[in-house]
């Protein structure tokens, strides 16, 4: 993994961040590159874990968005999180 992580350093290939957009009707996460909607019912399932929302697409091939409540704010993550456990 650190080698990964040196060698994406050295290309400057780094995940960059994105936006995500809470709506009625589904889940938008857009970056410099995409956007990607996803219907609430696609999801598998959602926890928290030490602070952060884990929203969990396809847990088995890792395909999880996450969002830190370091990211947003306490009071602002809350508020997600119980807009996300209404859908999920």
Request: glycine share 4%; charged share 35%; with cysteine.
């Amino acid at each position: 993994m650190r080698r990964l992580k040196e060698h994406m350093i050295k290309e400057n290939n780094m995940p960059k961040y994105g936006t995500l957009e809470f709506k009625k009707e589904c889940l938008v996460f857009t970056d410099d590159y995409n956007e990607t909607t996803t219907n609430w019912k696609d999801f598998q399932e959602y926890k928290v874990v030490k602070s952060n929302l884990l929203m969990m697409r396809n847990k088995e091939k890792g395909d999880i968005l996450v969002l830190g409540e370091s990211e947003i704010g306490r009071l602002e993550f809350k508020k997600v999180v119980a807009f996300v456990k209404t859908k999920i």
